[in-house]
């Protein structure tokens, strides 16, 4: 199973987030972390613990460009990996938890003021067609991500790919480099 998403912005902001953001919400109370999680995040360690325990898989170095968003699911060939497509990135060993049958693929302006008010707006937004947000069974998922340009209508498009696959358990080490910069541009023209 495959979902397509396209014209996904990055709001400015070299960064991509994926995952769960109720379970979010919820990593934030127990930790008791303040409305601000962008500054929590950059100025101690609750960001890196955030992604060691499978809360968000942070993606850095995202141009400022309109992307083709994909969920590849079941074993299905990514789409990144067909004949005619440019793949650039490919980076695996990541695993993200879901606890409320939804991952979101969201921007880190969401995490500036992430208050409960601006959460139910974000999650009314994406009830809307065309927002990066599929439904999943709850569990861990291990997460392979490509990145690079598929072609649609003719023309190449940058796009990202995750390809998730159901795990009993989330493995002995989730470390993920926070820095990897996923960057695009001029790559597909």
Known sequence: MRYEFNEVLNDLIDYFLLGDIQLLEQFKEANGLPDDLARAFTRGDSGD???????????AG?????????FTLDGRTPALLE???RLKHRRGGHV??????????FTWRVLQHFTNKTLGDLLARYQEP??????????WYEVEVLAGALV????YEPAFEFVLKKTSSPGSD????????????????
């Open 96 to 105: 993200l938890r879901v606890e409320n049958r939804a991952l979101m693929l």
């Open 83 to 85: 004949p005619g497509c």
């Open 130 to 139: 065309g927002r990066p947000i599929i439904e999943l069974d709850n569990g």
């Open 152 to 155: 649609r209508d003719g023309l």
């Open 49 to 59: 613990l955030a992604v060691r325990q499978g809360v968000i898989l942070p993606l």
């Open 174 to 189: 989730n470390t993920v480099d926070t820095g990897y910069r996923y960057t695009l541009r001029g790559y597909f023209d």
């Open 62 to 70: 995202i141009d400022n460009l309109p992307y083709r968003i994909l």
